[in-house]
């Protein structure tokens, strides 16, 4: 297995949480250098016993990825040997993940004051659907309802359709792995310049919401968000969205500036359309239904190495199981091997130091 990224080498992080966010949180820590001691209840994590799982193993795929540079310890914190346990590893560490529902710590006599008084610099990360406080504080929710609740899931979907789920669990991962593990990161080095501890109240569905850039600030400017799929960035204009191929497979057509629908215009002999880049109404559908005649004309693999050359922002809509062969993926060297711990994704953060 290949050394991880040296950034967070001398940090240690224990990670009370469970399931995906605070999990995929650690996994974040633990590739960039940090040392992550994954404390379990006596009966595992769930996550050991869903999605799939590879011939002969006992544990899910995601599972054993996600833990993969992870020291797994079940101890029950309930009893005084594995509070005992626990307290040695919290006078070392540098910061707890946790993702139980508020209160839950305290109710061990495991919150933050009582940790404080063990490790005055320690910094508590606790992740949670809507908050340690506030009227959903004790609200169970899983990402479809953070997102429901953001305004994200209202944006999501094609015009005149309904709401569409996402299987990048945008809440989970985003709202909540990546601002915990970047919470984790600036809290640590606060504590280590002023001797100072933090909790950190990490609401995924805040954390979602503070990110819906475009809907919020027509909102906010306007008073209402463009509909489903009517937007500029949803589907609403000829030069930005999905289109289908002869195969019945798709497009992604990303000319958003105005160099590159020239370009695309002009290389499939269509220069009659160069006006209406950005055009809505009817103008706009006519123009889109046009290049979606014109792209119904080849197949999606066809269309890719056509546009190849051209510089216009046209891709291929890949199934996941097609990224894992992609030359992008490959030529970077994307996929740990399983010498390395894979196959698995290796951190996006490709860092060069000197």
Known sequence: ???????????????LSLLLPGP???WHLAELGARVIKVEPPQGDDA???????PGEDESFIYRRLNARK??????????EGRAWFEARLREADAVLEGFRPGVLERLGLGFEAMRAINPHIVLVSISGYGQDGPMAQVAGHDINYLALAGVLHQTGTAGGPPAQCNLQIADLLGGALHAALATVAAVHAARRDG?????????????????????????VEGLS?????????????????????DGRHLAVGALEEKFWVRLCEAIGRPDLIPFHRAGGDEGAK????????????TRDEWAAFFTPHDCCVTPVLAPEETLEHPLFRGRNALKTEEEGGPWPRSPLRVRRG
């Open 1 to 15: 297995m290949t050394e991880p990224l040296p950034l967070l080498a001398g940090v240690t992080v224990l990670d």
């Open 24 to 26: 995929m949180a650690g």
């Open 48 to 54: 050991a016993r869903l999605g799939v799982r590879l």
């Open 71 to 80: 020291e797994i310890h079940r101890i029950d914190l309930k009893s005084e």
């Open 196 to 220: 100072v501890g933090a909790h950190i109240d990490l609401s995924m569905t805040e954390a979602s919401w503070a990110h819906l850039v475009f809907p919020l600030a027509q909102a906010l």
């Open 226 to 246: 463009e509909p489903r799929g009517e937007g500029l960035l949803t589907g609403g204009v000829p030069c930005y969205g999905v289109y289908e191929t002869a």
């Open 287 to 298: 123009a889109k239904a046009e290049l979606a005649a014109v792209l119904r004309t080849r």
